[in-house]
Nanobody
Framework: QVQLEESGGGLVQPGGSLRLSCAAS????????MGWYRQAPGRERELVAS???????NYADSVKGRFTISRDNAKKTEYLQLDSLKPEDTAVYYC??????????????????WGQGTQVTVSS
């Protein structure tokens, strides 16, 4: 199995910044796309940003120019820098990753994992 552990959420005032981290662990062979999603109360989970293993990024229109996704392949970790935060950014943020892992017979099989979620609250 592949586990994703998030950190960095919290309470911040409008206009403030936070940095989220998500570290992958387990019998990982390779990680393809890593991403961040969020879910606000009463709303569906939505993609915030994603990054491929060659560094290609994709952002939701609502966060372009304010959020920055990055990854450290050696550390199997992705980051989300949240700047100029707005109250509407309040949500539980989930990290996500897909790739290949080794099973108990050392065979490469696909994985698609989610983190447990971290709360981001933007309020004065």
């Amino acid at each position: 199995q592949v586990q994703l552990e998030e950190s960095g959420g919290g309470l911040v005032q409008p206009g403030g910044s936070l940095r989220l981290s998500c570290a992958a662990s387990g019998s990982i062979s390779s990680i393809n796309t890593m991403g961040w999603y969020r879910q606000a109360p009463g709303r569906e989970r939505e993609l915030v940003a994603s990054i491929t293993n060659d560094g290609t990024t994709n952002y939701a229109d609502s966060v372009k120019g304010r959020f920055t996704i990055s990854r450290d392949n050696a550390k199997k970790t992705e980051y989300l820098q949240l700047d100029s935060l707005k109250p509407e950014d309040t949500a539980v943020y989930y990290c996500n990753a897909d790739g290949y892992r080794y099973n108990e017979w050392r065979q490469r099989i696909a994985f698609h994992s989610w983190g447990q979620g971290t709360q981001v609250t933007v309020s004065s």
